[in-house]
């Protein structure tokens, strides 16, 4: 991703790539700066990370990042309580293609449990990489906690977070309670 942000950078004006620093961090041990106006946890960031403790730190690192009147803007699934009757008991294909060099890849996904008490997916994921009849498989066992809209509106408003807007999808129709996603623009307030 980082390598895909520097192509896109270097292709904009000089005054705007100027402007723009990329980093490379660990998101919840690192320092975030401060002074932003505006920090985007976008594309289910929060679905990266393995427990309600390290989602809700993350607020608290952008209340502590942003100044009085910064935005943040929070875009992820809304989760609604079946993960635990999910269909990935089989592993499953999530994408896969084709690099320009011919390279092909293909990632899957496989449920092992889920820990309905504390809402904690445990799961294994697997890369096949494939190039010139040769293939290598990677695989990995994680967590996740599938976030939910009002947990993230309960640790908005502990961090002093004004919701200014709640979409329920990426057309900008409101959040209600049928809606997949739970897309945030919140202000801080003090």
Not at 132 to 161: M, Q
């Amino acid at each position: 991703m980082l390598n895909r942000a520097i192509n896109k950078v270097n292709h904009l004006d000089y005054e705007v790539r100027d402007r723009i620093t990329l980093r490379q961090e660990d998101v919840l041990e690192s320092n975030w700066g401060y002074r932003y106006d505006l920090i985007i946890m976008g594309g289910n960031a929060f679905y990266e990370l393995p427990s309600a403790e390290s989602q809700e730190r993350c607020i608290k690192k952008a209340f502590e990042a942003l100044p009085i009147g910064g935005l943040l803007f929070i875009d992820n699934n809304d989760y609604k309580g079946n993960w635990g009757k999910s269909d990935f008991v089989n592993e499953r294909t999530i994408f896969e293609g084709e690099c320009s060099d011919g390279t092909l890849g293909r990632y899957t996904l496989k449920n092992h449990s889920f820990d309905d008490e504390n809402n904690i997916l445990h799961y294994s994921h697997k890369l096949y990489i494939s190039k010139n009849s040769e293939e290598s498989v990677f695989e990995y066992k994680s967590r996740k906690h599938p976030v939910t809209a009002d947990e993230i509106k309960g640790w908005l408003h502990k961090y002093n977070f004004k919701i200014i807007n709640l979409f329920g999808n990426r057309n900008g129709e409101k959040y209600n309670d049928e809606s997949n996603r739970a897309i945030f623009l919140a202000e801080k307030i003090k």
